[in-house]
């Protein structure tokens, strides 16, 4: 069964320690995406890769960082320079298709309370 | 500045009738555009998308249509059952600048046997 795997569901950490998420798609494909959702909100972008060993910075980058070095695995690292971690992330994937790539699959997301 | 807005945060219909959930942005550079439906604690699941070119897509009970002069598209769900209760965010791209989506803040919808 194809898809998207993100653990773990329920993450807890105290206030200055760094935390890393993780994200494995086997859906063979070529991007991927980490989003933030806060209560009320719409999904906001943070980082996203196109391929192996290349990441760009979404639109709330800061505090957060990335690395891609295989194809399935696109892990997210919360920094305590991150001012408001707490939050619920989702990663996501897509193939790089023509002009417009397939809509994003998205994983079940990790929620993640700092305090 | 949010440039996908949802101006209604949420929205009651009844089981039968016809659910019109409206979305609006401000960046003409938006070429293609999407509805996810998310459950709680859950990820977002794809339902419809439709591209600058056309102004109408339809998909079972699902429509999208799109106002480009108005930079406005709507999704129409009919009729509606109580399973498409879900928080249903609309999401726009511009493919060539690496298909990044920016979500709107997404709309509550409750459907009432």
């Known amino acids: 069964d194809g898809g998207i795997t993100q653990s773990p569901k329920y993450l807890f950490r105290k206030e200055g320690q760094n935390v890393t998420l993780s994200c494995e798609q086997n859906?063979?494909?070529?991007?991927m995406y980490w989003y933030r959702q806060d209560p009320g909100q719409g999904l906001r972008l943070i980082y996203y890769?196109?391929?192996?060993?290349?990441?760009q910075k979404g639109d709330i980058a800061e505090g957060y960082s990335v690395s891609r070095e295989k194809k399935e695995s696109f892990p997210l690292t919360v920094t305590s320079a991150q001012k408001n971690p707490t939050a619920f992330y989702l990663c996501?994937?897509?193939?790089?298709?023509?002009?417009?790539?397939?809509?994003?699959?998205f994983g079940n997301g990790t929620r993640l309370t700092v305090t | 500045d949010q440039q996908v807005k949802q101006n209604s945060p949420s929205l009651s219909v009844q089981e039968g009738r016809i659910s019109i959930l409206n979305c609006d942005y401000t960046n003409s550079m938006f070429d293609y555009f999407l509805w996810y439906k998310k459950y709680p604690a859950e990820g977002p699941t794809f339902l419809i998308s439709?591209?600058?070119?056309?102004d109408k897509n339809e998909d079972g009970r699902f429509t999208v249509f799109l106002n480009k002069s108005a930079k406005h598209l709507s999704l129409h769900i009919v009729p509606s059952q109580p399973g498409d209760s879900a928080v249903y965010f609309c999401a726009a791209s511009r493919p060539a600048a690496g298909n990044k989506l920016t979500f709107g803040g997404g709309t509550r919808v409750l459907v009432k046997p």
């Open positions: 859906l063979n494909h070529d991007a």
């Open positions: 439709i591209s600058s070119i056309k």
């Open positions: 996501a994937s897509t193939k790089v298709d023509g002009y417009y790539n397939s809509p994003l699959h």
């Open positions: 890769s196109q391929i192996v060993n290349d990441f």
